[in-house]
Nanobody, 121 residues
């Protein structure tokens, strides 16, 4: 069973930094794009950052210049470095990845269960 497990969330004061990690495990044959999404109470889920297997990145407008996504393919892990955090960044952050399992030829989308980031003013 393929799993995505996030870590690194917590309570932080505005202006501080956090680094989220998401590790994929299981019978993995390959990993394509990996992304971070977030959802705040009363809000739609939004894309925060994404990174392709080749390292190309994309960011949501609200986090450009503050957040950085990266990946370590040897560890099947994607990271989100969050700097200059604001109260509006408070949300549950979800890891997302397209993964091919070893025994299959197709890829499908997987989601982690989320990690809560709370930014106090």
């Amino acid at each position: 069973q393929v799993q995505l497990v996030e870590s690194g969330g917590g309570l932080v004061q505005a202006g501080r930094s956090l680094r989220l990690s998401c590790a994929a495990s299981g019978n993995i044959g390959g990993i394509g794009a990996m992304s971070w999404y977030r959802q705040a109470p009363g809000k739609q889920r939004e894309m925060v950052a994404s990174i392709t297997s080749g390292g190309s990145t994309n960011y949501g407008d609200s986090v450009k210049g503050r957040f950085t996504i990266s990946r370590d393919n040897a560890k099947n892990t994607v990271y989100l470095q969050m700097n200059s955090l604001r109260p509006e960044d408070t949300a549950v952050y979800y890891c997302n990845s397209w993964i091919r399992e070893l025994q299959f030829t197709y890829i499908r989308e997987y989601w982690g269960s989320g990690t809560l980031v709370t930014v106090s003013s």
